[in-house]
């Protein structure tokens, strides 16, 4: 029996033959395009063993030359290191059976010319067959082994290249990263470990006599995203439009501090919030309109207090994806767009802590299996930010004193078995105090003065339960608990404070009847309690009575009461040609239910249907068309007498696009929408009675439209980026009902966002990335004049033009990163700085008026900001 051992070269170079007829050129003798794949063996044919060979023991390695063509054939083969002549035609002879994998460019499968080791090792099989039969077989005794370990991770890495020197002797490391060899001569040898995106290693090795030599070789990681692969995911194409940003991306980009939810904003649709507050501005809608999911549980919140950091731990995250418009049923009670935020399930084999710091704040984090077996997943995280330490030095003889923070935490468990398990318990905290010193004026109001407080918080626990009954039916069942706190103070006069605890629950089947259709209903349950209180330093049917000469008494009020509504969906997917992938036809139907006790009851139905069709090879056409409605927020669908005439908002939308594959690295992607709003909650234009009438009512409309475009390069090789581009116009109109007929741009109406971004790995692990953005100012409302009121001691504004006629200046900054990591035997360390701002606008932010509405000037936005930052991991 023969055991032959293979090594693949890593300096695979494309070839590609030039005909008889073919000239030299200059794009001949170009570099030709970076390899993303190489080559890898599927097929191993083993040669017979020459007798001659056999007889006197020869073993050792052949060296071939040999060409593999698009297709993974061997079509040529020479050897360019010979071990004997009958060996080197045995290798010869069974070259052109062999079956390789095909290399690939960014263009696709391409033909490569590959050096191949083909190895002759004799095993106690083939020595029996050598020695007469009256003599025992006398295997060579192992004397020489060693385990090949990553640094810095400690991981055991199989399939690693091992090759002694003189005697050529070649072997793999096992799936546990061991390797061993017999009857290595006495002497000094070198070893040499070697395998594409890690350093070569080589070492001197003494093999003495009578004596066995083990060894723990440790090799460097050159590849950042060697580990970080696991984070690359590409989700079936079930929305018309999904995009998802890979963890290498996403941990390059300047300006998102490695968050993963932050680089949102630098997609397509996405508008950019004020002050880098980070609410999520998708086509042309509110903040409040879009929908965040975690493991399919909605929460309310996914930014931290200023934006710059999500809620949720960027290592427990294996997916984020953007979804603006076009979505399916399973997502709901939202107008805007989507982002579908999927945790990690399972912990790294080794224990893994790691802790990050920043200017903003700093984590840990530690994740592990525990269990006999290492069945049972754990990890913990939690993060704290100190801003509200470092700021005061910032403000100092300023006279005033702000102090943000926040706070969150994660723990996750999972266990598979009969049911996969997922329990997941998270939460967060943020809070604001701003105060002025006693001798600065705060205003006029003396109800207004004194010190503003701000906090609000969310904790949630979900289990995620998933089975596999057969190939053709699965389910899930969510089911969640938690509450959410909001509090806001203003010296001692204004005080409101809100809470409510909330029951999700979502299940979910898949079935499959027939290999090409897959039918999926399920419900999406939301109900719970709440409770509220309200001190104010007058009441607020004053604003609606003329005379400004009456006493301000203070009021307070609150209230508690439950809701619910459970939502059902049925989405079915049709694949109905030869290759499913040429046709996707997705149609599906949503109920919309909320009833909030003793106030309102609200029905609907959001019908939605989309498609995706493969026009040519490299290029599908894509469309959707649907009804999607949204609930009003708590303090719009409450009164004090109760049982309001409130419904829900509504909006029909249709998208057209296509997309076009430039390659195996790069998509073009271009889509058109419009989005016709309807029963939009505004306030009461007919309001005369607070306790007896509603405050708000559905009489808005408004209308959004526009295209945007996307030119991206996946992260293959050194370098990544992507060019999107957005043009787009979202307005309303308050109560046509009542004659209204002036449209006015949305507040955080944008017509031209443009993004261009790129990153690209260096030598020596150093990362290097930009950031450009370039977008169309807010709209604002002008005013030049304002008329003094003797009896409120205050002026009173009148604009100079039409409701949002005016635009802030355009806003354009340039952001930059540079990386580099530090790996050590038994732990590794990132260091990065992120310079934010490093080129901008003027970049205001809003309009600050003097008292008599006679002057203005702009409110700018965040200056430049150097971050220096690091992350080390260590695995226990």
Known sequence: MLALLLILSANAQEIAPPSPEAQPSEEAAAEPPPLTRLPELVEFVQAPYPPAALEEGIEGVVGLLIQIDATGAVTQAEVVRSLTPELDAAALEVAPQLRFTPAEDETGPIPVMIEFDYGFVLDSASHEEALPQDEEPVEAPINFEGLVLEMATRRPLPEMG????????????????????????????TLRIARPGWRTLERRVEITENEAVSIELWVKNDSWTEEEAVGVYRKAREEVTRRTISVQEVRRIPGTFGDPVRVIQNLPGAARAPFGSGGLLIRGANPEDSAVYIDGIRIPLIYHLGGYVSVFNADLLESVDYLPGGYGVQYGRSLGGVVDVSTRKESPEQPRLSWSTDILDSGGLFEGRLGKDGQHHVAIAARRSYVDLLLPTFLKNTGVTALPRWYDYQLRYHHKGIWDVTALVFGFGDSLFLSTDPDIPQGVDADTQGAAEIFYGTHRGLVNLEREFSDNFSMRLVPSFGVDLAEFGLGSTFDIEQDQWLIEVRAEANWRPHPKVEIIPGVDFLGGWYTFNVGLPFSPTMELDADPTQEREPVSFGDDGSGWGPDFYLKTQIRPLADPDDLLITAGMRTSIVTVVDQYTAVGLDPRFSARHRLFENTWVKGSAGIYTQPPQPFEGWAPEGDIDIDFEQAASASLGVEQS???????????????????????SELTDYNT??????????RIYGMEAMLRRDPVDDFFGWISYTLSRSERLDHPKHGDTQWYPFDFDQTHIFVALAGVELPRAWRASGRFRYITGNPYTPYELGVYNIDEDSYTAFPSGDPNSDRLPDFYSLDLRTEKRLIFKKWRLDLYVDVLNAVRGENAEYVNYNYDYTEQRWIKGLPLIPSFGFEAEVWL
């Open 162 to 189: 091992v090759l002694l020197v003189e005697p050529e002797l070649s072997i793999e490391t096992d799936s546990e990263g061991r390797f061993a060899l017999r009857g290595v001569p006495v002497g000094t040898h």
């Open 662 to 684: 430039l390659g195996q690295a790069t998509t073009l992607e271009m889509e058109g929408f419009y989005k016709d709003l309807s029963d939009l909650v505004v306030e009461n």
């Open 693 to 702: 009438q509603a405050s708000f009512v559905n009489e808005g409309v408004g």
